[in-house]
Nanobody
Framework: VQLQASGGGLVQAGGSLRISCAAS????????IGWFRQAPGKEREFVAA????????TYADSVKDRFAISRYNAKDTVYLQMNSLKPEDTAVYYC????????????????????WGQGTLVTVSS
């Protein structure tokens, strides 16, 4: 599956933004999908993940209660709704699909993913 993130931009602190991850290829609806981000000079970090059906989600503590991940399998798309944005949310955001052979439930581990899309830049001004 090939993934492409979009929808990033410049937003003021306290504002909201929704970014999207569009997929091409077969069987998108069977893949758990995760969002990661990488700020300048920092390592890539987990943000959120959603299972294939959309019924199970997990979040990093830093975004819990502010971000919401969802998916619309009929459109082969996963969304990340970001509310109450903070300057420290500034980063390039990447979506990725979990490996077919990954047998664990820990989707916060980047080793679980093998299909990474190009990122989209989110900049939050103070």
């Amino acid at each position: 599956v090939q993934l492409q993130a979009s929808g990033g931009g410049l937003v003021q602190a306290g504002g909201s933004l929704r970014i999207s991850c569009a997929a091409s290829g077969r069987s998108f609806s069977t893949y758990p999908i995760g969002w990661f981000r990488q700020a300048p000079g920092k390592e890539r970090e987990f943000v959120a993940a959603i299972n294939w059906s959309g019924r199970s989600t997990t979040y990093a503590d830093s975004v819990k209660d502010r971000f919401a991940i969802s998916r619309y399998n009929a459109k082969d798309t996963v969304y990340l709704q970001m509310n109450s944005l903070k300057p420290e949310d500034t980063a390039v955001y990447y979506c990725a699909a979990v490996r077919r052979d990954y047998a664990y439930n820990d989707y916060s581990n980047s080793a679980a993913y093998d299909s990474w899309g190009q990122g989209t830049l989110v900049t939050v001004s103070s």
